[in-house]
């Protein structure tokens, strides 16, 4: 699939909109918008590194009809296989001032379990990635899927030309919102209870996160496409490894979170 890229006035409302939302819930949205208009990309995803500890998913958007799979494969990315993104860990790593735009083709990732999770699943072919190396290390990457044209020397000029901008309003747009676990937001809620460290499943958390947020176990059963009995099984699991015994007590533990009576441990080496 061939794209136009979009006009130089077109991509400076488009970011002149990113600015304007800097803070609020429609960034991510806008972020994916403003990289879609710069590069082409099909969905993004963005992650913060700090120093001695976990990656921690920002956000992930996606412009392709892909049901849940930006979230959930970037939750298993910052859980399970950051460590196996090499480029990415050396660039973090590195301790530059610059911000950098790297490429990566799905076919030069070496762990074919992180392979299949994070890209195959969906056809994902390649990614460009902009990098904010610093205390904390911002990541945003671009992803094109297997029926899109590969990205285009033009397309990777025109990300590094307009890289320092987005990352500059992405550092902005967490600043506003460090330190702070919004109550009503499904991706947090998840993030938060795995953070916990206690063997939960990225399904388990899901399902955990919606259970807090209201929902039933049939609303949650036809939104994620399972079945009412398999639900219950990754509910039941989840109140096991979290320790409560239900509902309620599901959600004694996400105030306790979010008023910060709970640390978080290290991740596990």
């Known amino acids: 699939m061939t794209r136009t890229p979009a006009s130089e006035r077109d991509t400076a409302l488009m970011l002149a909109e990113l600015v304007g939302v800097i803070g609020s819930p429609s960034f991510p949205t806008q972020f994916l918008a403003a990289m879609r208009a710069l590069a082409g990309v099909d969905l993004c995803s ?25 979230i959930r494969a970037s939750l298993e990315y910052a859980r399970n296989y ?6 990415m860990t050396r ?10 735009v790297v490429r990566k083709r799905a076919s030069e990732i070496a762990d074919p379990a992180y392979r299949a999770a994070c890209y195959d699943r969906a056809g994902i072919a390649e990614r460009l990635s902009i990098v904010s190396p610093g205390a904390s290390t911002l990541i945003a990457n671009g992803y094109r899927t297997a029926d899109s044209d590969p990205f285009s020397p033009g397309d990777v000029e025109r990300l590094e030309l307009y890289a ?11 600043r506003a919102g460090a330190g702070a676990m919004p109550m009503f937001d499904e991706t947090a809620l998840v993030q938060s ?58 959600v004694r533990l996400h105030h306790r979170l979010a008023g910060g009576e709970v640390a978080f441990p290290a991740a596990p080496t």
């Open 164 to 174: 320092g901008l987005l990352m500059a309003a992405l550092a902005c747009h967490d």
């Open 91 to 100: 660039l973090s790593r590195a301790g530059g001032k610059g911000v950098v």
């Open 82 to 87: 950051w460590r196996s993104d090499h480029q």
């Open 46 to 70: 963005v992650f913060r590194r700090d120093a001695a500890q976990p990656v921690q998913l920002l956000f992930a958007e996606s412009a392709l009809p892909m049901a849940d799979f930006p």
């Open 193 to 250: 209870l795995m953070r916990l460290h206690c063997g939960l499943s990225s399904r388990e958390a899901e399902i955990s996160a919606a259970m807090i947020l209201g929902e039933t176990q049939d609303e949650i059963a036809a939104r994620t496409h399972l079945s009412h009995s398999s639900v219950v099984t990754y509910r039941r699991r989840a109140y096991g490894k979290l320790g409560v015994a239900n509902r309620r007590d599901l």
